[in-house]
């Protein structure tokens, strides 16, 4: 499981095209990567998962609900064979849905996730929610505490068989009560984050304790009302990101060229990623589009926000959760109850 080229990088570097930064054990995660919820069509996520390697993205984030750890598996797989690539070079992130969270179910789950990605060890596992299920998927079972998750997160680690560990839709409050007994810490906490829910009281937990953040729906997540685990979720409706008037102001700031301003989609876009990179977020933005993919990482990494402009983004006045998780509600771990 050696993997020394990425493990020599020096921090300051870059992994692709992305920025590096380091978790509280030591590996490496590209501050830029791809989403890959809803990329499951599986000759056009081929392609774009091949054109987004070529452009650059070392990261890939997927789950075990996401349905397209074969793929990628598979994809990587033939960059090994081709020799332009080894496994030391991808950042693979996967996550265990709340049906395999019990103790009992965990090890076989993320096996099944290790065996579909065809690899010999991921990079980041994640609890993909605070809550557990029993195996039909929806009743849910409340003897399973997030400490007993972590619990189960740490015997995976100790295998191995994952470079780093950490949770996803956790509240404050949780990741307080597991670090408190946690014998390896949280390494990265994975939550909605963007101008709408800029999580400022959580980020502010994470970095005095040294946890990394992934921001996931940077973008508004517009494409979110479709069916998922064969529900379509109760996604309420939000304003459009890209129009907000801050983003607005602050894009036509940066896209400025001497004679003009110019206002495109493409400045917005820039923004709300700068957004979350210069507050140390990692951004893992989805695109199935070969010209979005492009913009999404080449675009944001020549320039930064200033002080002012984050301030002012900090402070939009619309705030929406727009990931509500309903299937989590009424469990004693609903990370959310407190918004319903
Ligand atoms: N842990 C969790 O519970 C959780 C929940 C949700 C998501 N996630 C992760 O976070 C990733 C990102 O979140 P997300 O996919 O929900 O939302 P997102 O990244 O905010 O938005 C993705 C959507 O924006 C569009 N888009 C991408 N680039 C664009 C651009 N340059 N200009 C305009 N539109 C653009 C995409 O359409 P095209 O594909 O057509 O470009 C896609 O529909 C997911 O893919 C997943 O890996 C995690």
Redesign the pocket.
């Known amino acids: 499981l050696t993997c020394a080229p990425f493990a020599d990088l020096p921090s300051d570097s870059t992994m692709g095209n992305a920025p590096l930064v380091c978790l509280s054990n030591g590996h490496k995660m590209p501050l830029i990567g791809l989403?890959?919820?809803?990329s499951d069509k599986e000759e056009e996520h081929v392609k774009v998962l091949e054109e987004a390697v070529n452009m650059g993205y070392r990261l890939f984030?997927t789950a075990a609900s996401y349905g397209n750890e074969e793929i990628i598996g598979r994809v990587m797989h033939n960059f090994y064979a081709k020799g332009t690539m080894s496994r030391c070079e991808f950042f693979i992130t996967t996550?265990i849905w709340p049906t395999y969270l019990h103790p009992d179910r965990q090890m076989a789950a993320f096996k099944e996730s290790l065996a579909k990605l065809d690899t010999p060890y991921v990079d980041l596992l994640l609890a993909?929610q605070p809550t557990c299920y029993e195996l039909d998927g929806v009743t849910h079972d409340p003897s399973v505490t997030v400490e007993m998750i972590w619990q189960g997160l740490e015997k995976i680690y100790e295998t191995g068989l994952v470079k780093a560990i950490g949770v996803?839709?956790w509240s404050v409050e949780q990741m307080e009560r597991v670090m408190k007994i946690a014998k390896v810490k949280i390494h990265v906490a994975?939550v909605e984050c963007h101008v709408y829910l800029p999580q400022l009281e959580l980020v502010e937990y994470c970095k005095k304790n040294k946890i990394v953040v992934t921001g996931?729906?940077?973008?508004?997540?517009?494409?979110?009302k479709v069916p998922f685990l064969g529900r379509t979720p109760n996604f309420a409706d939000s304003p459009n990101m890209f129009e907000e008037p801050a983003v607005v102001a602050v894009a036509q700031k940066y896209g400025k060229k001497p004679q003009q301003v110019i206002i495109s989609?493409k400045y917005q876009?820039q923004v709300l990623i700068r957004y979350l990179l210069d507050r140390g977020i990692c951004v893992?933005?989805?695109?199935?589009?070969l010209e979005?993919l492009k913009?999404?990482l080449h675009g944001v990494v020549d320039f930064h926000l200033d002080e002012s402009d984050i301030e002012r983004l900090n402070n939009v006045p619309h705030r929406q959760r727009l990931?509500m998780q309903e299937h989590m509600a009424g469990h004693p771990e609903d990370s959310f109850a407190s918004e319903r």
């Open positions: 989403g890959t919820w809803q984030d996550k993909h996803s839709n994975q996931y729906g940077s973008l508004g997540s517009p494409a979110r989609k876009l893992i933005p989805k695109s199935s589009n979005r913009t999404n990931f």
